[in-house]
Structure formats: structure tokens, C-alpha cells
């Protein structure tokens, strides 16, 4: 059978992050996951790892993996199912570029998931959430900011890689009322109304982290279009192209004109047959 590493190389490079848009995070998973999976066989079959083959994608290697991630490492129901599903779509992605190994994917893709307990979700009550709201010290600056994070992550209800990740220029919006737009997971957007106390907590951030924040904000909430990170509306390629060819045209005509002036005063210093007229006599001396 043909080797893995080519097609491992394309599945990682190409299929996730290009024709599937998986996340950063999405692809480090299923490469962990992979990885795992190949050191597994590989110590199994005695070889190194870039010599494995499309053998070593069957059923029962897949099940000894399995139980090694359970009983070797430990890992819990849920890890074990984590790994399963990379390996599962690996093999899926397989069985369109090698048609022999379709039976060796068929029964690699009727291993059942694991059922994992379902756990209760601890919350806290309203004062137990405003004693944590509270708790950073707004004399401080890094008091401030932590008080406009948690506001914002509790009022939209944000993941923390979603609270890392946004942008006052391009995440939030101040008018008509507060709202702040996300990209989920899974490449899901959500646009959310935040309350009056996100939005003093926001501004207040916005104002201890000095002017030029604030100018921006504002210059974003007055502004039709997208602003750069200095306040400005980013330049049209299509309207700088226009201006570049306006301007190469006027050029053109000017000098046209210069040269058909040119012509002109050249011509009326001529007789009519194209002669050059003569020069004015000059008064000789008796």
C-alpha cells in the first residue's frame, strides 16, 4: 500500500485550514490527535512513523489505540472520543483520494463514540457575579481594564478566545446603543446588545487607555465606513486607480496643448510658403 506522509501532509495543509476553513485551534487538534495515533502504530509495528502505510488505517489498530488512550494515558471518555473523530475524518478524507481501502474506512467509521457523563454546569448567583465584577481595583489601570473584560464576557455571554480576540475598532459599536459583534466558534457571528453598565465600564477603559483610543472610537461610531487603526477610512484600490488614470489623461492633454501652442507661434513667424520672415533691417552707419 502507498505511504501515509503524503497524504497526512495534504489533509493537514490543504484540507482543514483551506477547502474546510477549520480554526488554528481545530487543525492543532486533529494533528495532535494523528500524531498520537501514528507514534502508536508506529512503536507496534517496530518502524518509524514515515514509514507507516495505509495498512495501519484498519478497524482493530484503531481499537488498540483506543485502549491505550484509556488505560496507558489515562484520558477520559471524552479525550478518547476527541481523537476518535480525528481519526474518523482523516479516514474519510482517505477513502475519496484511495478507493481500494474503502472496507478498511467502513469499519473504522462504525467504531461508536464513547458515552460520557453529562455533567452538571455550576453557576454563580447575582451576588456572587457582582462581588466578581467588583473585584478588580478601578484606581488601577489594569484594574480598569479587568473590569471592562469581565463586563463584557458576562454581559455577552463570550468564550474567553472570543474575548481575547476583540477589536474596539472593528468588534464594537457605540450608537446607536452598545453592541459588540463576534465570530464564534464554528465561524458563527453574533452581533449582541451589551447593558449600560458594559458600556460606562467600556468607556471608562477607553479613557485610561488615553485619547487616541477614545478619537478612534469615536471616528468609528461617526463613520460610514471601515476606519484604519489611525481613525482614517483605508484608501479605495478601484478609486486610486481612477485618480492615477485622470491624472496620466490631463497630463497628456496639457502637454498636447503646449506642443498645438507651440505649432501655432511657430507657424505666424512664417510666410505663407513655410519661409521664415526676415528680420528687421538694421540702419547702417554713413
Same mark, same amino acid.
Given at each position: 500500500m502507498?505511504?501515509?506522509?503524503? /497524504?497526512v501532509s495534504?489533509f493537514l495543509r490543504?484540507?482543514? $485550514?483551506?477547502e474546510? @476553513?477549520a480554526?488554528?485551534?481545530t487543525?492543532d *487538534?486533529y ?6 495515533f501514528?507514534e ?5 509495528r517496530?518502524? %518509524?512513523p !514515515?514509514a507507516l502505510t495505509?495498512e495501519?488505517?484498519?478497524?482493530p489498530?484503531?481499537l488498540?489505540?483506543?485502549? /491505550?488512550?484509556?488505560t496507558?494515558r489515562? #484520558?477520559g471518555p471524552a479525550?478518547? #472520543?476527541?481523537?476518535l473523530?480525528?481519526?474518523?475524518t482523516?479516514a %474519510?478524507f482517505?477513502e475519496y ?7 478498511q474506512?467502513?469499519?473504522i467509521r462504525a467504531?461508536p463514540m464513547? @458515552?460520557?457523563? *453529562? ?5 454563580? #448567583?447575582r451576588e456572587?457575579?457582582?462581588a466578581?465584577l467588583?473585584?478588580?481595583?478601578p ?5 480598569v481594564r479587568?473590569?471592562? &473584560?469581565?463586563?463584557?464576557a ?5 468564550r474567553?478566545?472570543?474575548?481575547v480576540?476583540? @477589536?474596539?475598532?472593528?468588534?464594537l459599536?457605540f450608537?446607536?446603543?452598545?453592541s459588540v /459583534?463576534? &465570530?464564534g466558534k464554528?465561524?458563527?457571528?453574533r452581533a449582541?446588545?451589551l447593558?449600560?453598565e458594559?458600556?460606562? =465600564?467600556?468607556?471608562?477603559?477607553l479613557?485610561? !487607555?488615553?485619547a487616541?483610543a477614545?478619537e ?5 461610531? *461617526?463613520? *460610514?465606513?471601515?476606519?484604519? =487603526?489611525m481613525?482614517?477610512k483605508?484608501?479605495n $484600490?478601484?478609486?486610486?486607480a ?7 489623461a490631463?497630463v497628456?492633454l ?9 505649432q501655432?507661434l511657430?507657424?505666424?513667424f512664417?510666410?505663407?510658403?513655410g !519661409?521664415p520672415?526676415?528680420? $528687421?533691417?538694421s #540702419?547702417?552707419?554713413p
Amino acid at each position: 500500500m502507498s505511504s501515509l506522509a503524503s /497524504h497526512v501532509s495534504v489533509f493537514l495543509r490543504e484540507r482543514l $485550514p483551506l477547502e474546510r @476553513r477549520a480554526s488554528e485551534r481545530t487543525c492543532d *487538534t486533529y494533528a495532535l490527535g494523528l500524531r498520537l495515533f501514528f507514534e502508536f502504530a508506529a512503536q507496534q509495528r517496530k518502524v %518509524r512513523p !514515515s514509514a507507516l502505510t495505509l495498512e495501519v488505517l484498519d478497524a482493530p489498530v484503531v481499537l488498540a489505540f483506543l485502549r /491505550h488512550l484509556e488505560t496507558d494515558r489515562h #484520558n477520559g471518555p471524552a479525550t478518547r #472520543n476527541l481523537r476518535l473523530a480525528a481519526i474518523r475524518t482523516f479516514a %474519510r478524507f482517505i477513502e475519496y483520494r484511495e478507493p481500494a481501502t474503502l472496507a478498511q474506512i467502513q469499519r473504522i467509521r462504525a467504531i461508536p463514540m464513547k @458515552r460520557t457523563d *453529562t455533567r452538571l454546569i455550576n453557576y454563580l #448567583n447575582r451576588e456572587e457575579m457582582q462581588a466578581l465584577l467588583d473585584a478588580p481595583d478601578p484606581r488601577t489601570r489594569d484594574g480598569v481594564r479587568d473590569r471592562a &473584560m469581565l463586563h463584557v464576557a458576562y454581559s455577552a455571554g463570550l468564550r474567553v478566545s472570543e474575548l481575547v480576540g476583540l @477589536r474596539f475598532v472593528d468588534n464594537l459599536d457605540f450608537d446607536p446603543r452598545l453592541s459588540v /459583534h463576534v &465570530m464564534g466558534k464554528g465561524r458563527r457571528e453574533r452581533a449582541l446588545p451589551l447593558w449600560r453598565e458594559t458600556a460606562t =465600564a467600556l468607556r471608562a477603559w477607553l479613557g485610561r !487607555s488615553g485619547a487616541s483610543a477614545s478619537e478612534r472610537m469615536e471616528r468609528r461610531t *461617526t463613520s *460610514t465606513g471601515p476606519v484604519t =487603526a489611525m481613525g482614517r477610512k483605508p484608501k479605495n $484600490p478601484a478609486r486610486r486607480a481612477i485618480v492615477a488614470v485622470l491624472i496620466v489623461a490631463v497630463v497628456i492633454l496639457v502637454g498636447g496643448l503646449v506642443f498645438l501652442g507651440l505649432q501655432v507661434l511657430d507657424a505666424s513667424f512664417r510666410e505663407p510658403d513655410g !519661409s521664415p520672415l526676415p528680420g $528687421p533691417a538694421s #540702419n547702417s552707419t554713413p
